[in-house]
């Protein structure tokens, strides 16, 4: 009888590992140093190359081995090619006349960064290998990497325990791909022609919109101060100047997105996780904006005025008002269901080694062990570093709230595409401590939920039939691959040119504006416009009644979908480019012509069968016009490294 459980970790995906190290890494981390943004370039696109060379040669790739080369996307090459850009970033945040302009030059310790002087030396050496570097790199990377992965890979196991063995979650976004690459292995028809079908209508959506615009020059269609988006509509249809000329209705916004990828991953999504996802997204930035407006809650510094846009209103709002909310909620949907339903955690727990027994789990007192002495290790770090600061806070938030919030991203991962992240946990935890020194702001002060991805994973290895001991062991190759990697791309780019300079045009242009945002975060945070006491305590009490009325009425996760409709696109500290309001609205139209449409033109069973790889099809055609594009400007900006 064959076992079913398979290997993964062969030397053909660990090959594939390699190439991404070698190849890909270095062209993520330029092309962040050239444009500041992340490389488009999707880990399918790897996939589909070993996979076709492999098939080329009599031997195609088993699932197993496409599932161990996914992972380098969530863990290794992708996650961490920017560990040691960062301590160079800090250098010139150090040495910088903006940072001494605030007065925090002096306060900087040689554990964040070496000493401002010697920056002119430590750039024209071009390398870490300098005693200046030793402590920062063992503060920041070193210590807190290996402790995150570690606290990381226990939570995934809990999380797995909770919400895929006890209660059953469906996790959109990882399903589809493990379901894509079942197609991509076993090449039954009915999984191969839609997928290839839905590459080549992504190839193609990509082609007549942002790769044409690439083409004819991003200047030839830019009118005025309209942004055009992915072709020839705008990126957002923005009907909020219609709402201000109604007196009650001002501060609402309203709008749509042109970009067809929104609405093609809402069709993974059930009609009722999307309804709750848009009547959140109403709340908050409709009728809750609405409300702010009415009764003059804006800030002095940000006064409401006509034709701010849907845009900056979500940013503003959500920095002054709904941030707390999320907070307050978050918190909610946390400890409420805990404290109403004990026996899930519990059962959870129990069953944590059988669960995946069969599949290489581990037993619960040595996750528990992994977890605690990864949380109370960053805690030792972070008191060692700055012993002022209160421990028993420092223990309750990295090690309760890694431990918590972990649930709530898990779950929203579960039921939505994707998940949330809650914004401004670490500030929040700084501002109410009380504790004014600057240190604690450069300290590694980290919430772990990375198990969230963990556990997503886990879930793609039973459907690929790999142990999750295997996947774990290839989560610490990819990440040892894409730390080492890192070092040795960053040293060869330092050699080759100074950072900042204008072979790297990111670091000239946006490093002195990050440097300005950075210190004067500082001191903006203690204004008290960020956290509002009475906001989180008033929304964590409605996110109790919310879960206790959803728990009743069988609906367990709608909180969860409600904080989804205002968090989706959001990135703390950075301006959103599209409004939540929109995305979610576009999931929505999504799941309603998913739901009643395609199923009921193709039959329901076959809809449901296929509807996984028609998403992950288009998408990985989307990312290889991405990806085409990147590849062309990439070569068309470093021609300064040829003599002529």
Known sequence: MTEKYQRGLTWRSILALVFGGLIVEPAIIYYYLVTGLTLPLSTWIVILVFSEIARAFGRPLAKQEIFIILSFETLGLLGYAWVFVMPVRNLYFAQSRITEAFGLSELIPGWWSPPRDQYINL???????????????????????????????SMGYFSYSLYVSVEKLTFPSQAAAAQTIVALSEREPRWVRPLYLAVIAGILYNGASTFSQFLLGYSFIKRGTLDIGRGWAPALLDFTAVLETIPGLRGAQLGFTSDLTFYVTGILLPVSTTLFMVIGSFCFYFFGNIAITALDLWPQEFPWRPGLGMTVLAYRSTLYFWTSVFIGLA??????????????????????????????????????????????????????????????????????LSFFITFVQTQSAGVTYGGFNIPYLREMMIYYSGYRSFDIWLAPVNVYTGGTSFCGAFLQADVCEVRHSEYVKASFVTVGLGVIMSFVYMTLFMKMAEIPSIAYPYTIIRWPVETMEWARWQSWLWSGLLFKYDLILGSFGIGAVLTVLSNFLHAPYALVSILMGGLMGAVPGVTLSISPLALTMAQFGGSLVSTYGFARILGAERWRSIRPVVVMGFMIGDGLMWALQAALMLTSKSMWLLPY
């Open 331 to 400: 918190l909610a949907a946390a400890f409420v269901p805990i404290l109403i339903q004990p026996q899930k955690l519990v059962r959870a727990f129990r069953g944590l080694s059988a669960a995946g027994k069969e599949a290489g789990g581990t037993s619960l007192w040595l996750l528990l062990a992994m977890f605690l002495v990864s949380t109370l290790g960053t805690v030792a770090l972070v008191y060692f570093l700055v012993p002022g600061f209160p421990i028993w806070l420092l223990i309750v938030f990295i090690a309760g």
């Open 123 to 153: 750039m024209r050496m071009g390398t870490f290998f300098h005693t200046s570097w030793l402590l920062p790199i063992i503060v920041l990377i070193a210590i807190p990497y290996t402790l995150g992965v570690i606290a990381n890979i």
